[in-house]
């Protein structure tokens, strides 16, 4: 089996040369269980870092749940981001965009791991719980911009409609990881609230991010509704 040292070096420095080096429809079976074992244990060790924020059980369910939030996105969306470029005159073969999104997500779950320390100094500043959150939210970002920029560059060039297919498959990820982000909260428990894998899914990712960004700076409306049982006490994402 290919290092998985070699391919983690290789997502981080040239992803698009590793596409294109064993973009033969052969190579797919053997590089695909690395590079989601390097997902799977980069994501992991940054959701120990997030867990870390609670502790005790939390770091155990941050550590399972984050992988999935890097893995399941890409998958969904494939379907959605190949007849994108289609549409957009860009032949694209299946085995060169599952191995795009494969490197890409390897890539973010180790820059995320990267990321991870910081995350974990900062936390121990004991950050305000809405504050954490939105630390956690800006850190997957971060670190997912430079795998779904190295996914977009993997495919091939060419189409008049290049740019809208880009736009398109960077849009049709974002939402598709927040929406998974919703699903699987939260990676981070409130103070007052018990520790719990998922929580009832209600109202959506964004006006709830709206209202931790607010809680952040000190209007705690949305969470005083949520606490008078209209929502119920759930999590931020």
């Known amino acids: 089996m290919t290092s998985i040292l070699t391919l983690t070096a290789a997502v981080l420095r040239d992803p698009n040369a590793l596409v294109d080096a064993h973009d033969n429809g052969v190579d797919l079976p053997r590089l695909a269980p690395p590079l989601l074992a390097i997902t799977v244990i980069g994501a992991a060790l940054f959701g120990l870092m997030v867990g870390s924020q609670r502790g005790e059980l939390q770091l155990l369910y941050a550590a399972v749940k984050m992988p999935v939030l890097l893995l399941a996105p890409p998958l969904v969306a ?33 820059l995320a791991a990267a990321l991870g320390p910081v995350l974990w100094l900062l936390y121990s500043l004991n950050l305000d719980y809405h504050d954490a959150v939105l630390l956690m939210v800006a850190s997957i970002g971060l670190a997912g911009l430079p795998g779904v920029a190295a996914l977009v560059r993997a495919l091939p060039g060419g189409g008049d409609l290049r740019f809208l297919a880009a736009a398109g498959s960077a849009l049709a990820l974002f939402l598709a990881f927040a929406q998974t982000g919703w699903l699987l909260r ?12 998922l929580r009832p899914v209600e109202e959506d ?33």
């Open 205 to 237: 990712v964004f006006s709830s991010l709206s209202a931790t960004r607010a809680s952040s700076k000190g209007d705690y409306r949305g969470w005083e509704v949520r606490s008078a049982g209209v929502l119920g006490e759930e999590e931020a994402p």
């Open 186 to 197: 939260p990676f981070i428990a409130r103070p007052q609230a018990a520790v719990s894998f």
């Open 78 to 110: 494939l379907p959605a981001l190949h007849s994108l470029w289609r549409a957009a005159g860009v032949e694209v073969r299946w085995g060169r965009l599952s191995l795009a999104a494969l490197a890409a997500m390897a890539r973010s779950a180790v």
